[in-house]
């Protein structure tokens, strides 16, 4: 079945770039999701990219998707420490895809740990 | 975004207790919502989607009749978890799908059984 991959951990210094990283298994996903999940909360869409994009930029925020090596990236431009929290990457399921299924799959969620 | 609300955000009851737990879409209709649950330190599992006005699809290996799910109305979805067990204990989220592209979360609900 499908499967989306992140690695656990990320630690970076306050002021520096972060780059989480996601791969994925289904071929034919059309959408890629990045959610930001802080202590205790729900999941916050930060942002999407479809499926025929390179990349897609959203003030300090830039996805790339590399869809050959079926890889997917998250930076975040001058890391802050509100920006500490859980990570995941997802993408949309197409074996349910109908007019009401493409659920979600997601990954297990990188932790970023910024140091300020 | 678009806001998705849950209620209770957290709730603590005696085993065998039947606990009912509210999903909003605040400013938009949801024909379809998702309910997910979340064990610490993991990703979310997908327990069930559900449809306005239809019955809800669960995902193998989900009871329906211990976790039934209402959704009546555009805005409304209900999961009820009936005679929890502690084994039950854990975080539950919705989602509601705005369009066809964008899927928003609800806050969770931390629920615990003793």
């Known amino acids: 079945g499908e499967d989306v991959e992140q690695s656990l951990f990320l630690s970076v210094r306050e002021g520096d770039s972060s780059v989480i990283n996601c791969t994925y298994t289904?071929?034919?996903?059309?959408?890629l999701y990045w959610y930001k999940q802080e202590p205790g909360a729900g999941l916050q869409l930060l942002t999407y990219i479809f499926s025929n994009m390179d990349m897609k930029q959203d003030q300090r925020l830039t996805v790339l998707l590399n869809k050959k090596d079926k890889h997917l990236s998250l930076r975040i431009a001058d890391t802050q420490t509100g920006d500490s929290a859980i990570y995941f990457c997802a993408e949309r399921d197409t074996t349910n895809y109908g007019g009401s299924q493409g659920n979600l799959i997601f990954g297990k969620g990188t932790k970023l740990s910024v140091k300020p | 975004g678009a806001v998705v609300s849950q209620h209770p955000s957290r709730v603590i009851c005696k085993s065998g207790t039947s606990v009912k737990i509210e999903c909003r879409s605040l400013d938009f209709q949801a024909t379809t919502m998702f309910w997910y649950r979340q064990f610490p330190k993991q990703s979310l599992m997908l327990m069930a989607t559900?449809?306005?006005?239809?019955?809800?699809?669960?995902e193998q290996g989900v009871e329906k009749d211990k976790f039934l799910i209402n959704h009546a109305s555009l805005t409304l979805s209900t999961l009820t978890v009936t005679s929890a067990h502690p084994e039950d204990s854990s975080f539950y989220i919705c989602?509601?799908?705005?369009?066809?592209?964008?899927?928003?979360f609800g806050p969770g609900t931390r629920l615990l059984v003793l």
């Open positions: 559900s449809n306005e006005g239809s019955k809800a699809t669960y």
């Open positions: 289904d071929s034919s996903s059309t959408y």
């Open positions: 989602s509601a799908r705005e369009r066809e592209v964008t899927q928003y």
